[in-house]
C-alpha cells in the first residue's frame, strides 16, 4: 500500500476570504478530524497533494501528514474542485490508526479476453468499481476480474470475484461486473436508427417551436406601452 508524507501547515484564519489567499499561494485548504481528535484546519501544498493522488492507489494513498512535527496517518476523505476548472478547492482528510478496517471504493480490472467477445458478442464493463473492507495499511490497489470464461449472454457478478483473506467485498453479491450481449443484427440496427431518426426529428421541431415561442414573446414586449409611472413614491 503506497504511503506518502505530506507537511502541512495548520490554517489560523477560516473562511471563504483566507482559503482564497491559501489557494493563490498554490496550498489546498482542507480540515483533518477523525479517531477522537477535533478538527484542524490545515493547508497542504497543492503540487505535493495532487502527486500524492496520482499514485497507483489514487484516493486511496496513506497520507502521512505531518502537523506543525506531530505525524498524523489519514486518508483522503472528500475532495471539492471548481465545476470549470477542475482544480481542487478543498480537501477532507480523516484520521486513521493503521489496526483499523476502513471501507474504500477500489477500482475493478478486467483481466482476460471474454470468449464470447471474440465470436463477435459486445462486452460490457458494468462496474468499474466495489466497496472493500479491510485494515487500512491492506488496501488493494484493484481488483482483478477475470473475463476469460464469459460466453455470449452471459455475466460476471461481484459473488464471482475471488477475496481474500486482506479485504471483504461490501456490494451486494448479484451485482454484474461485466456481460457479454449478443452482437445487433442489421435488421434491429436499421430499425434503432430510424426509430432515433424520429426522435431527432421530433427533438428539432421542439426546438424550433420553442425558439419561435420565445420570439414571439419577446416582439410582444417589444411592442407592449410601457408603463406609466404613477408618481406616488417618488423621492427627491
Known amino acids: 500500500m503506497a504511503e506518502v508524507r505530506l507537511k502541512v501547515e495548520k490554517r489560523l484564519d477560516t473562511g471563504k476570504g483566507p482559503a482564497r489567499r491559501s489557494r493563490a499561494a498554490g496550498k489546498v485548504p482542507g480540515v483533518v478530524y477523525g479517531h477522537g481528535m477535533e ?24 497520507l502521512d501528514l505531518d502537523i506543525d512535527g506531530d505525524p498524523t496517518l489519514a486518508l483522503t476523505k472528500e475532495l471539492q474542485r471548481d465545476p470549470v476548472k477542475g482544480s481542487l478547492l478543498h480537501a477532507d482528510f480523516i484520521k486513521i490508526d493503521r489496526t483499523q478496517e476502513v471501507e474504500v471504493e477500489v477500482p475493478v480490472h478486467l483481466v482476460g479476453t ?42 460476471l457478478r461481484v459473488s464471482d470475484l475471488s477475496e481474500d483473506r486482506e479485504f471483504q467485498i461490501l456490494n451486494d453479491p448479484q451485482t454484474v461486473v461485466a456481460a457479454v450481449s449478443a452482437p445487433v443484427s442489421e435488421a434491429e440496427l436499421e430499425a434503432m436508427e430510424a426509430e432515433a431518426g424520429v426522435v431527432q426529428e421530433e427533438t428539432d421541431e421542439e426546438i424550433v417551436e420553442a425558439a419561435e415561442a420565445a420570439a414571439d414573446a419577446e416582439s ?14 417618488d423621492e427627491s
Open 39 to 62: 478538527p484542524i484546519a490545515i493547508e497542504v501544498d497543492r503540487r505535493e497533494f495532487v502527486t500524492a493522488l496520482h499514485t497507483d492507489a489514487g484516493m486511496n494513498v496513506l
Open 220 to 233: 410582444a414586449d417589444a411592442e407592449a406601452p410601457a408603463p406609466e409611472a404613477s408618481g406616488e413614491g
Open 114 to 155: 471474454a470468449a464470447g467477445a471474440e465470436e463477435g458478442g459486445v462486452l460490457a464493463h458494468a462496474l468499474s468499481s466495489v466497496l472493500v473492507r479491510c485494515r487500512a495499511t491492506e488496501v488493494p490497489q484493484f481488483v482483478e476480474a477475470d473475463i476469460s470464461a464469459l460466453q455470449i449472454g452471459e455475466a
